[in-house]
């Protein structure tokens, strides 16, 4: 994976209000959007970007495209994601929440069958400070850098963003996993995309309550990645139970793994079984956001010795 201002972007949906607003901050960030996508306003244009009524048909003006980013409704994104696929763009960013589960099974698998890297739904995307931004990340929080953040949570991803970036720890990317209840991808594939990344230095992890991916990473950090990594569980004091409108992942991930990663004697989807879970594998957890930037300054001093 190399975003860079070269990469071709598409968006789809870029006639909606909220497409045409994050096409325009793309763009004004230097992002190489190429095309958008409306069905029924094709021929018109977007913020000078010209807009087709089909994926095929922008790619024979434009070329070939490396990502889309979906804006559609919920019930519209399995037919955008998968006219994208058959046209051969094999990186997708689905920015639209709510999107019916089993046509996220369906994506998936098709996704599996076709080597398709897809993000979210329900994610803020992807920036790379200073080269590019894929979404609606708050841009003007980051800096370019070394640091690179995989988080659960869109509105914490800005704010340990802006934690870094005042501490002088600038972040190589960031990217958004999701927070619907099936996501495209996983902690653990963007933890191996980072450990190979020649920009990345050591990864900030930001988890919350529910589900089990946290717990998936921490095993998976301690058996495959070679960076440091400096984690963070939000949710410390919710309610027992209190799941953070994510209360399909632990069934989604028991069902797609065939594994529970409870750790003996703590509660199942609770911030504490995943801090444990992330101590067990020794990795360092903060006890909020602000003290993410000294535990990365101190991981960070000690990988130099």
Not at 23 to 36: E, H, P, S
Not at 58 to 83: H, M, N, S, W
Request: glycine residues 10%.
């Amino acid at each position: 994976m190399n975003f860079t201002p070269d990469t071709k972007v598409l968006i789809q949906g870029i006639t909606d209000v909220i497409g045409s607003t994050h096409a325009a901050l793309m763009k004004a960030y230097g992002t190489n959007v190429v095309a958008g996508i409306s069905p029924g306003c094709g021929g018109q244009t977007v913020q000078e970007i010209p807009v087709f009524d089909m994926v095929e048909q922008a790619l024979r003006q434009v070329g070939p495209v490396d990502v889309t980013v979906i804006f559609v409704k919920p019930y519209a994104v399995l037919d955008a994601a998968l006219e994208a696929i058959a046209a051969g763009i094999r990186q997708i960013i689905i920015i639209t929440e709510g999107m019916p589960p089993l046509d996220m099974v369906k994506l998936v698998r098709k996704a599996e069958a076709t080597d398709t890297l897809v993000l979210g739904p329900n994610t803020p995307g992807i920036i790379v400070p200073g080269k590019v931004l894929l979404g609606i990340h708050k841009s003007d929080f980051y800096t370019p850098g070394s640091v690179g953040l995989i988080s659960r949570s869109g509105t914490l991803t800005y704010e340990i963003a802006l934690q870094l970036t005042q501490a002088k720890l600038g972040q190589s990317i960031a990217i958004g996993i999701g927070s619907d209840a099936i996501l495209g991808s996983s902690f653990a594939q963007w933890l191996q995309i980072l450990d190979e990344d020649d920009h990345t230095e050591a990864i900030v992890l930001v988890g919350e309550i529910g589900g089990s991916s946290e717990e998936e990473a921490a095993h998976y950090i301690a058996a495959a990645i070679d960076k440091p990594v400096v984690a963070y569980v939000a949710g410390h004091h919710a309610p027992k139970g209190k799941r953070l409108g994510h209360a399909g992942d632990i069934m989604a991930a028991r069902l797609s793994t065939g594994k529970t990663f409870n750790i003996v004697g703590a509660d199942p989807d609770t911030a504490q079984s995943k801090i444990q879970a992330f101590k067990a594998a020794k990795i360092p957890v903060a006890s909020s956001p602000a003290e993410i930037p000294n535990l990365v300054k101190k991981v960070l001093k000690q990988k130099k010795k």
